[in-house]
């Protein structure tokens, strides 16, 4: 089975002097996870390794467990229309805001490896859409609950990713249709 979203790797001492010298990343104030849980649609992301084979209908299912983690299942359609699924776990890293979060997609001996960063820097006040991005910008999705978001509230993503030090031009958007 193909692995995507292996893992964001932990940052590299470059990458963690870079982001140190640049604006922080702030997340959202509150999140609300029962509304969070349940199925997202990737409208864009910052292109990355691990979703290389991804070609269409790239989706984040997020489900609360009661040990206080998350189960998260991303899956995505590759060229030929084969599904790739990749399943993992996410923590909270921040319980004030519930904003900051880890995640692992690499298991062994029932052992998370390798969590990376995974931040809700926007979140629409209906849970209709949420930003997720890295404190060094490296990573950057757009989610919505829908599988496409109409021109205006991307130009309201958009704007958001700006504030935040992203250049919205180095996401590229997701197709849906599987």
């Known amino acids: 089975?193909?692995?995507f979203f292996i893992a964001l790797l932990l940052p590299c001492p470059v990458v963690v002097a870079a982001a140190q010298?640049?604006?922080?990343?702030?997340?959202?104030?509150?999140v609300n996870l029962d509304r969070y849980a349940g199925l997202w649609y990737e409208i864009a992301k910052i292109p990355n390794?691990?979703?290389?084979?991804?070609?269409?209908?790239?989706?984040?299912?997020?489900a609360l467990r009661e040990d206080g983690k998350i189960d998260v299942i991303n899956r995505c359609f590759d060229k030929a229309g084969k599904a790739i699924?990749?399943?993992?776990?996410?923590?909270?890293?921040?319980?004030?805001?519930?904003?900051?979060?880890?995640?692992s997609f690499v298991k062994i001996f029932g052992l998370s490896l390798f969590w990376g960063d995974y931040w809700i820097i926007g979140l629409g006040a209906d849970y209709d859409f949420a930003?997720?991005?890295?404190p060094g910008r490296k990573y950057g999705w757009i989610l919505s609950?829908?599988?496409?978001?109409?021109?205006?509230?991307?130009?309201?993503?958009?704007e958001l990713l700006r504030e935040q030090g992203y250049n919205p031009d180095d996401f590229e958007m997701t197709f849906q249709q599987k």
Do not use: H
């Open 1 to 3: 089975m193909s692995i």
């Open 85 to 103: 699924e990749a399943k993992g776990i996410a923590r909270i890293v921040d319980a004030e805001s519930n904003a900051k979060l880890k995640v």
């Open 21 to 30: 010298n640049e604006k922080s990343l702030k997340t959202v104030s509150n």
């Open 131 to 134: 930003i997720i991005g890295t």
């Open 49 to 62: 390794r691990f979703q290389r084979k991804c070609d269409r209908g790239t989706t984040a299912q997020y």
């Open 145 to 158: 609950r829908t599988p496409t978001l109409n021109q205006d509230k991307l130009n309201k993503i958009f």
